[in-house]
Structures are given as structure tokens and as C-alpha cells.
């Protein structure tokens, strides 16, 4: 071992170096000391990452019954009273109409809102007519109002009107209302979202498909119908169908059967795997309902192929998968596990979570309460998962959320509206 003699005055300043050879070394540690505080500088100086819940806008609307939105920029606070945006960016008011609102169809630029009509006292079916409006969705300037049975089809407006028995269909600009193209008095009509189409089963019982955006035929055929004292035509992803209704002993008109005809030749098929209604559930999937009462699947949704079937009452989809949920799974259920977009296994990470916004059918923001002190966690469900975003120290009841911003109502009887930062570094 060697020891080294410091001598007694090895703790007092040292003296003028007489070489620079002899300074190399107090340079570097000179240096690296004040390396390290320029870098502690800088970090105290770093500014602090934005929180994930900006407050913009919050005020009392205790008689709120219902939270939307229209495109990526509006959200829409529906009361008994009236309707009003709100810009996303800042929580500004840009407009409000006046009365309760049934339904709203996002055309772009234009939002077309169905208000509620008086129900009719006639002994006769009808139906059901809505007061439409269509405003410009910056402004709330009216572009046209009708009185219509409407459904938003591939960027057209399709009503129908008469007789339901002997329907007139007509297909509209959503922009303008003006008349594309019309016809009368087919037994039955129905939109084709797969095929940007209206199929109708016209009154000597052809089967007719009619290109939507112009009414020409493309192709028609005499297929074999139904029995019944009524008949209704369907469509599904790759068939299209003819449901045959009848009176029991009752008086009550009962679903007697239905033909399926495939949709590239319209050659008899199959009934296994036709839904008429699929919803979308996040992630590349969908929820697809079939017409009579069998079972709904979740289904991929560039294919068509079943995944799995889906139990319980409630089925809802999510950036994340699909939730699974305690207690039958009705609304306001708290959530046991999600489905994982790849490879569909359950994962537990949202477990205990409610879900306070959906669009259709996916959900996007979720809540989970806490008792000292009381408040309300937000989180986010995003592909890769459940992200926190902040806390609310209220109760909130429902959410609607677009890319960078969310509209809340409260136990309170508030409505609030934050910015949603983005991931903190």
C-alpha cells in the first residue's frame, strides 16, 4: 500500500501555479462545475409541461339532457330550450336555435337538426316527421327548413313521405334541400350505406337498385317474395333481403320470414351472418345487429367476418377495444375489462372505470370517482390504452369529446368545457 503525505496544510488555498500544465486540471473541474449548473439553470428555467385539462368555459345549465358533437371543432349543449355550439378551440358560444332537438346529421360544413313535431292524433301509420333545420355550423345561419322524414345516407339527405305502405322516397342536397331525384309509390324502400344505393321493391314487385346520387337504375330483377300481407326490403353488407309480415289471431302484425339475396347477382342466399344495422366499435371493429332476434357479433370491420358474439344488453367500443361491463352492462355500469384491439385479450386496466362519453358506439372518456375529497378522475382511452388526463372535484354525469377537447355536465348542474394538452414528456 502507499500512503500519501498531505502534510499539515493540505486543506489551505493552493498556491499560483508556476506551469499551465499544472491548471489543466482545475480547468476541467472548473468546467464540468459549471457545466452542471448551467445544466441545473436550464432545467429550473424548463417551463412546466401543459396541464391535460384546460378549463375554457363553465357556467350553470342544470336542465341539460344531452352533449354532442359536429366534426372536430363544435360541441353542442342540447336543453328543453334550445341548442347551442360552442367553438372547441376556446369554449366560446357561437350560436344557439331555440326548442328540443330529436337528431342531429353532421353534413360538414352544415348541421341539419331535427326538432320535435307535435305527435300526430291519426288513426292512420305515418312517419315520424321532424321540424329539420340546417344551419351553417360556424355561424347558426339557416340555410333551409322542411317538415321531413330524413335519413343522412353517404353525404345525401333521403326522406320519405306518403302512405308507408305505398312510400314516396326523394333524395336531397344536404346543402341546399334542392330535389336530386324522386320516386313514387314503390311498396318499400330502403338506403344502401355499403353500396351508395336506395333499393326499392317497386309496386309489381321487382326488386330495383337505384344509384343514390342520381335515382338511375343500375339493375333490376323479379325475385321470389315473401309470403305476407306486407312485405319490407333490407340491406346488409353483401345480401339484401325481403321480410314478409302477417296478423296473428290477435291483431298483431308478426315477422313471418325473410329472403336474402346476395348483392352481385342477386341469386338466392343464405340467412346466416345478414345484419342490417352495424355501429361503429372502435379499433377496426363494429357491432352489427341482425334483423329478427338472433344474436349481435362484433364483427371486423373492413371485412365483415365475425369476431365474437357479443353478450349482455349493452355493447360498446372504445380506441382501446371492447368494454366489458359489471352489472349486465347497462348505462352508468362500472367497467371490469377491454378487449385488446390486437389479439383480443381482456385487460383489467380500466377496471372500475364508468364511461362517460360515447360517439355512436365508441367510447372515449371515462371517469372514476374518489371519496377524500371528493372528485371526479378523468381518463382518456386511446389505442395503447387508458392516459389520465386530470381531476374534476365534482360528480360528472356525461362527456362528449372531439380530438383536443371535451364538454362535461356536472352533479352540480354545471356544463364545462376543457382543453385536452397533449402527453407530458
Not at 86 to 99: C, K, Q, T, V
Not at 295 to 320: C, F, K, M, N
Not at 371 to 399: K, Q, S, Y
Request: hydrophobic share 40%.
Amino acid at each position: 500500500m502507499t500512503v500519501i503525505d498531505l502534510g499539515a496544510d493540505w486543506a489551505a488555498e493552493p498556491s499560483q501555479p508556476t506551469r499551465p500544465a499544472v491548471r489543466r486540471g482545475s480547468t476541467a473541474l472548473a468546467a464540468a462545475v459549471c457545466g452542471v449548473l448551467l445544466a441545473c439553470t436550464m432545467t429550473a428555467a424548463a417551463p412546466a409541461p401543459e396541464p391535460r385539462l384546460t378549463e375554457l368555459a363553465r357556467w350553470a345549465e342544470p336542465q341539460t339532457l344531452l352533449l354532442a358533437t359536429a366534426g372536430d371543432d363544435t360541441l353542442l349543449v342540447h336543453t328543453a330550450a334550445e341548442v347551442a355550439a360552442y367553438d372547441a378551440a376556446d369554449g366560446r358560444r357561437r350560436w344557439s336555435l331555440p326548442g328540443s332537438t330529436d337528431w342531429v346529421y353532421d353534413a360538414g360544413d352544415i348541421l341539419v337538426l331535427g326538432f320535435s313535431r307535435p305527435e300526430s292524433t291519426s288513426a292512420q301509420p305515418q312517419f315520424a316527421i321532424a321540424d329539420a333545420v340546417a344551419v351553417d355550423r360556424s355561424t347558426g345561419r339557416v340555410r333551409w327548413r322542411a317538415a321531413a322524414y330524413l335519413e343522412q345516407v353517404a353525404g345525401l339527405l333521403v326522406s320519405f313521405s306518403g302512405n308507408p305502405e305505398r312510400p314516396v322516397a326523394q333524395v336531397h342536397d344536404p346543402a341546399t334541400f334542392a330535389l336530386r331525384w324522386r320516386v313514387a309509390a314503390g311498396r318499400s324502400f330502403v338506403p344502401d350505406r355499403w353500396g351508395s344505393a336506395v333499393w326499392e321493391l317497386a309496386a309489381g314487385g321487382g326488386l330495383v337498385e337505384r344509384d343514390l346520387a342520381t335515382g338511375a337504375v343500375r339493375r333490376s330483377a323479379r325475385v321470389r317474395l315473401p309470403a305476407g300481407t306486407r312485405v319490407a326490403v333490407l340491406a346488409s353488407r353483401d345480401a339484401i333481403g325481403i321480410a314478409g309480415y302477417r296478423f296473428d289471431a290477435n291483431g298483431v302484425e308478426q315477422r313471418a320470414e325473410v329472403l336474402w339475396y346476395d348483392r352481385t347477382d342477386l341469386t338466392a342466399a343464405g340467412a346466416e351472418n345478414r345484419w342490417p344495422w352495424e355501429a361503429d366499435c372502435g379499433a377496426g371493429t363494429s357491432c352489427a345487429y341482425p334483423y329478427d332476434d338472433g344474436p349481435p357479433y362484433q364483427i371486423d370491420s373492413a371485412t365483415g367476418a365475425p369476431i365474437r358474439l357479443l353478450e349482455g344488453s349493452w355493447h360498446v367500443g372504445s380506441p382501446a377495444g371492447l368494454l366489458l361491463f359489471d352489472d349486465g352492462g347497462e348505462p352508468g355500469s362500472v367497467l371490469r375489462a377491454r378487449l385488446e384491439p390486437a389479439g383480443h385479450r381482456p385487460r383489467t386496466d380500466v377496471a372500475g372505470w364508468r364511461v362517460l362519453s360515447t360517439t355512436g358506439q365508441v367510447a372515449r372518456i371515462l371517469g372514476h370517482e374518489d371519496g377524500d375529497p371528493f372528485a371526479t378522475h378523468v381518463a382518456e382511452l386511446t389505442a395503447d390504452g387508458l392516459r389520465p388526463l386530470g381531476r374534476e372535484p365534482h360528480g360528472l354525469v356525461r362527456c362528449a369529446a372531439v380530438p383536443r377537447a371535451m364538454a362535461c355536465t356536472t352533479k352540480a348542474g354545471e356544463v364545462v368545457i376543457w382543453r385536452i394538452g397533449e402527453e407530458r414528456p
